[in-house]
């Protein structure tokens, strides 16, 4: 995923990404991605998105199923990266 934006981190499902783009679930190999935190060890919200689109592997066109809880006590992110079969 050139540059690991936040824009190429999506709500919607595998499913309704690989839809849309005209493609099939088996083009990909999926890899889960979960970033989680507990106080006190917690960062500021910007510190933990950014760590987030760290764990995004490179060769990942883009994050499916992105789910963020976070309360006053933790965060945890998690989502699914599409990586292109070769």
């Excluded at 050139?2 to 999506?10: A, P, S």
């Amino acid at each position: 995923m050139e540059g690991n934006k936040l824009e190429n981190v999506l709500t919607i499902s595998a499913t309704e990404y690989v839809a849309m783009c005209g493609k099939q679930l088996g083009d990909y190999l999926p890899k889960g991605i979960q970033v989680c935190y507990f106080a006190p060890y917690q960062p500021k919200r910007e510190g933990i998105e950014k760590h987030f689109l760290t764990a995004i592997p490179t060769d990942a066109e883009v994050v499916v199923g992105y789910k963020a809880e976070i309360s006053d006590h933790s965060y945890y992110l998690t989502g699914t990266a599409l990586i292109p079969k070769k």
